[in-house]
T-cell receptor, first 114, second 114 residues
């Protein structure tokens, strides 16, 4: 069965520092991969997605993620964190088939210190 | 586009009462998903529909939960009778079967059962 692991429950980063959030997945084939962000009291917003092709994908708000098949990973990165990036981040995996549900990780809460 | 619309945004009810949550997907989307989010269990898929037909309801916790999608623009999630352990944030999301599979989330309904 497919699964998603986000090893870090909570991360604190200084404003202006770089960020990397980890995501590992379990799936027999190449999955569709997503990162979502949830601000307090809000729904989930899509940051970026990977379906195929270039393994480094760019998203909104200056985020990027790299798909590494050998490591079954899809880590999210940002070179310089802003205070407004404080939120909860979810990695998700989907089957490469339309109309199927996504499986979400437990999420990583990002705090930004000044 | 107005995005996914959910109502009510907040619901407080007493144990034993019936609760109905409502969702209007993005126009043109033909997949609809209901999720529940709690601190303990994270984001869980409850049920999803393709073209108004329920595809997988294995995540529905008990017979007290039911969901319907009478047409392409409306879905309900009903809990009867409600219990305190049903307290959570319930999200609706929609996607396009012919699109790129990402799901768009509504703002959620925060349910409190006392």
């Amino acid at each position: 069965a497919q699964s998603v692991t986000q090893p870090d429950i909570h991360i604190t980063v200084s404003e202006g520092a770089s960020l990397e959030l980890r995501c590992n997945y379990s799936y027999g084939a190449t999955p569709y991969l997503f990162w979502y962000v949830q601000s307090p009291g809000q729904g989930l917003q899509l940051l970026l997605k990977y379906f195929s092709g270039d393994t480094l994908v760019q998203g909104i708000k200056g985020f990027e993620a790299e798909f590494k098949r050998s490591q079954s990973s899809f880590n999210l990165r940002k070179p310089s964190v802003h205070w407004s990036d404080a939120a909860e981040y979810f990695c998700a995996v989907g089957l490469n088939q339309a109309g199927t549900a996504l499986i979400f990780g437990k999420g990583t809460t990002l705090s930004v210190s000044s | 586009d107005a995005g996914v619309i959910q109502s009510p945004r907040h619901e407080v009810t007493e144990m034993g009462q019936e609760v109905t949550l409502r969702c209007k997907p993005i126009s043109g989307h033909n997949s609809l998903f209901w999720y529940r989010q709690t601190m303990m269990r994270g984001l869980e898929l409850l049920i999803y529909f393709n073209n108004n037909v329920p595809i997988d309801d294995s995540g529905m916790p008990e017979d007290r939960f039911s969901a319907k999608m009478p047409n392409a623009s409306f879905s309900t999630l009903k809990i009867q009778p409600s219990e305190p352990r049903d307290s959570a944030v319930y999200f609706c999301a929609s996607s396009n079967l012919a699109g790129s599979y990402e799901q768009y989330f509504g703002p959620g309904t925060r349910l409190t059962v006392t």
